[in-house]
Nanobody, 127 residues
Framework: QVQLAESGGGSVQPGWSRSLSCAAS????????VGWFRQAPGKEREFVAH??????????AYADSVKGRSSISQDSATNTVNLQVDRLQPDDTAVYYC??????????????????WGQGTQVTVSS
């Protein structure tokens, strides 16, 4: 049984950074993908970043909205995927979710392709 649990959300001021973590269990056999999505009030859930965890390499990709100011990584020892977002702005306020899917090649950006989801963690950016 795959279980995902996010942590690290909170309230921050504009310009600050925040690191979110996604602890995964039940999905360790590579290859697979872990994605981060976010959903702001009244908006659709949108892709933020994903990481492809292969048998011998990893690849990462980012949405244009966070490219250049975010980083996704995996700690294989703890099977945790971390997302750090820098220079946060009020538009980044949302519930952030991590999701996982088994994938042989490439990672999808559409949320419908991910069958496993965490409960989400709120990030609020305001002064």
């Amino acid at each position: 049984q795959v279980q995902l649990a996010e942590s690290g959300g909170g309230s921050v001021q504009p310009g600050w950074s925040r690191s979110l973590s996604c602890a995964a269990s039940g999905i360790t056999e590579t290859p697979y993908c872990v994605g981060w999505f976010r959903q702001a009030p009244g908006k659709e859930r949108e892709f933020v970043a994903h990481i492809y965890i292969g048998t011998s390499y990893k690849t990462m990709a980012y949405a244009d909205s966070v490219k250049g100011r975010s980083s996704i990584s995996q700690d294989s020892a703890t099977n945790t995927v971390n997302l750090q977002v820098d220079r946060l702005q009020p538009d980044d306020t949302a519930v952030y979710y991590c999701a996982a899917t088994r994938r042989s090649v490439g990672c999808p950006r559409d949320s419908a392709s991910y069958p496993y989801w965490g409960q989400g963690t709120q990030v609020t950016v305001s002064s």
